[in-house]
């Protein structure tokens, strides 16, 4: 069975940081691409990150260009989102995703956890 995990969410002020961990089991890790995605309260959910199956590609969303880094260790079967800067527009639970392709959209992801809630005061 397909399992992942996040973790590391939490309270922080407005300019602060987080690191969010997704360990995943039960499959192959390392033939699939990961994606981080979010959701605020009243809201969709929306695209945040992407990394290849490799690690050697990633791609964000505008919002948090230059501010989070997606990363991941294949022989942890782990991925990554360092959070840096944070704004409270970020507050948002976290999912990590697998996919078998490389895409923003949600639809290609096959796999999903179950979040991890990150809360940005100011």
């Known amino acids: 069975q397909v399992r992942m995990a996040e973790s590391g969410g939490g309270l922080v002020q407005a300019g602060g940081s987080l690191r969010l961990s997704c360990a995943a089991s039960?499959?192959?890790?390392?033939?699939?691409?990961m994606g981080w995605f979010r959701q605020a309260p009243g809201k969709e959910r929306e695209f945040v990150a992407r990394?290849?199956?490799?690690?050697?590609?990633?791609g964000y969303t505008d919002s948090v260009k230059g501010r989070f880094t997606i990363s991941r260790d294949n022989a942890k079967n782990t991925v990554y989102l360092q959070m840096n800067s944070l704004k409270p527009e970020d507050t948002a639970v976290y999912y990590c995703a697998g996919s078998d392709g490389y895409s923003v959209s949600e639809k290609e992801y096959q796999y999903w956890g179950q979040g991890t809630q990150v809360t940005v005061s100011s």
């Open positions: 990394i290849t199956r490799s690690g050697r590609l990633t």
């Open positions: 039960g499959l192959t890790f390392s033939y699939y691409a």
